[in-house]
């Protein structure tokens, strides 16, 4: 009886460390359901060239391929690499949010007035020209 309760409670995480940041039981399910909305509102709401979106699927594409392959959350946390399970369900929370905000501020149209002479040489880069 003993062996079976320390298994058990090496395999169910009993506190992420983080305050105000309870433990998730349903984490990677919800998880998944939140790729997949991100994914439905980038391909509704912002164009397919811009370069938020492109990024956004790839990282977004790329953790729901892990959780689909991977149930055990200790296993995705490190295959994913960007905190606990149950921060990226809040990382997931935040990016649909943005998506709404950046669909709003239309990012990838050009500029209202054009940039500055130099204004991107401090940082070694070309203006961008359409």
């Not at 990677?28 to 397919?48: F, N, V």
């Not at 295959?79 to 998506?99: F, H, M, P, Y």
Request: glycine residues 4%; hydrophobic residues 40%; proline residues 6%.
């Amino acid at each position: 009886m003993r062996i079976a309760r320390v298994l058990f409670q090496a395999s169910h995480k009993v506190t992420t460390g983080i305050v105000g940041v309870p433990v998730n039981p349903a984490a990677r399910a919800q998880l998944i359901g939140l790729y997949k909305q991100t994914l439905d509102e980038l391909k509704a709401r912002i164009p397919e060239k811009a370069v938020y979106r492109q990024s956004v699927e790839a990282i977004t594409s790329y953790r729901l391929n892990i959780l689909e392959q991977n149930e055990d959350p200790s296993l995705i946390e490190k295959l994913i690499n960007a905190g606990q399970i149950e921060e990226l369900v809040g990382q997931a929370e935040d990016e649909i949010r943005l998506i709404a905000k950046m669909a709003e501020w239309k990012a990838w149209e050009p500029l209202e007035e054009p940039a500055p002479p130099r204004q991107w040489e401090y940082f070694k880069k070309a203006a961008l020209t359409e």
